[in-house]
């Protein structure tokens, strides 16, 4: 039986709405037929990055921007039923991850005997009683709550995915996700998937770059390309304590800001903004090459997705610290670069909707494999 799903997704880079409409058959293999983008405004945007962070009633305006996300996502859907000529009722479900706004898994309330662990939470914004209200589709999301309540870290969630479309019966496979944080999947024949979060993607490069050109990114790396890496910067954000831990683990924004980055720069402020952003970019490759050296040294191929994978000084940095493997674009495998993620969420509400695990206790640590996701009927 063939059905359509809708993905979108809006993550950490805070650009905006990605969406795809894909076909999937009985055995869950994803065809995509559409991709659609709708970009958020300063404001909005600017109202994003605030909520990463405590502030006067929050509580309301997370409530509001919810709605919004709800309003954005569902401009995407219609936008992608119009490309693919078909109407609600031809869609099963969309798969809605939201706007991550805190993810701070296994903290805060466990008890010191260890006999009641943590939870922590994981907040993603979105209305989906509106976005199917708006839809008239039936919506699946909330997708990681479910894998912190069984002890999980609830990310990354695209390990499973990666591992349908882009692993090889006869070779270890990497696959690098850089968006607004970057994380790896590690596909070896014959062992359990595993994948984490390697550290900052395109986050802190995006937020230097704005603040000094004004430009929401770098285009094509071509600024930090005309810069100098500065190696005492570089080696004291290497140091960070996250990029030693051992996986499973995830991070985000709430670790990774521009307070973050802000505290380092104090103790380097004779560096041009230009040499900072050429250190940043080189930060993202080494964090990542890093990962890859030490987890997947046996990989014949890189395949590199999210924005990150169209920065072609990011991309050469790669290369140059993994030339032992082919560094390659998703695009090369049948599935462009900032399509992967929503295509994700689609493949991941298909399983929801079909009652299937979706969670890998091998990337998340959790107790075992859960249906993920809430669904909100239209």
């Not at 039986?1 to 009985?26: K, N, P, Q, Y």
């Not at 958020?40 to 109202?47: G, V």
């Not at 839809?135 to 695209?158: C, E, H, K, M, N």
């Not at 998937?193 to 490069?205: I, K």
Request: net charge negative; charged share 15%; proline share 6%.
């Amino acid at each position: 039986m063939t059905e359509h799903f809708i993905g979108l997704m809006s993550g950490t880079s805070l650009d905006g709405a990605d969406g795809v409409l894909a076909r999937m058959d009985a055995r869950g293999q994803l065809q995509v037929q559409a991709h659609a983008f709708v970009a958020f405004d300063a404001p909005f945007k600017a109202e994003l990055m605030a909520l990463n962070q405590s502030g006067p009633d929050e509580l309301h305006r997370s409530a509001l921007v919810g709605n919004q996300i709800a309003r954005h996502y569902a401009t995407v859907v219609h936008t992608l039923l119009q490309q693919a000529g078909l109407r609600s009722p031809n869609i099963t479900a969309i798969g809605a991850h939201g706007q991550t706004v805190r993810h701070r898994p296994l903290e805060f309330d466990g008890d010191a005997t260890r006999q009641q662990p943590a939870v922590g939470y994981t907040i993603q914004l979105i209305n989906p009683s509106l976005l199917a209200e708006l839809t008239g589709i039936d919506v699946v999301a909330d997708f990681r709550s479910r894998d912190l309540a069984a002890g999980g870290q609830g990310a990354p969630l695209v390990p499973a995915f990666h591992h349908g479309v882009f692993a090889q019966a006869d070779a270890c496979v990497a696959v690098l996700n850089i968006g607004g944080i970057s994380n790896l999947s590690v596909l070896k024949p014959g062992t359990l998937v595993t994948g984490w979060d390697c550290g900052p993607g395109n986050a802190l490069m995006d937020h230097w770059c704005a603040t000094h050109t004004g430009q929401p990114f770098d285009q094509d790396g071509e600024w930090a390309a005309a810069g100098h890496i500065n190696a005492p910067l570089l080696a004291a954000l290497l140091a960070d304590p996250f990029l030693q831990r051992t996986p499973p683990k995830s991070t985000g924004r709430d670790l990774f800001n521009p307070a973050w980055l802000a505290q380092h720069l104090q103790n380097h402020a004779d560096i041009t903004a230009i040499d900072v952003q050429a250190t940043l970019t080189e930060y993202t490759a080494l964090a990542c090459a890093n990962d890859v050296k030490q987890h997947a040294n046996e990989a014949a191929s890189l395949v590199v997705c999210g924005g990150g994978a169209l920065n072609g000084h990011l991309m050469r940095r790669l290369a140059l610290h993994l030339p032992l493997l082919k560094v390659l674009s998703s695009e090369t495998r049948g599935l462009p670069p900032l399509q992967v993620e929503a295509a994700a969420f689609a493949w991941l509400a298909c399983k929801t909707m079909r009652r299937e695990t979706a969670s890998l206790p091998s990337v998340t640590g959790a107790r075992g494999a859960r249906v993920l996701g809430a669904i909100y009927p239209r």
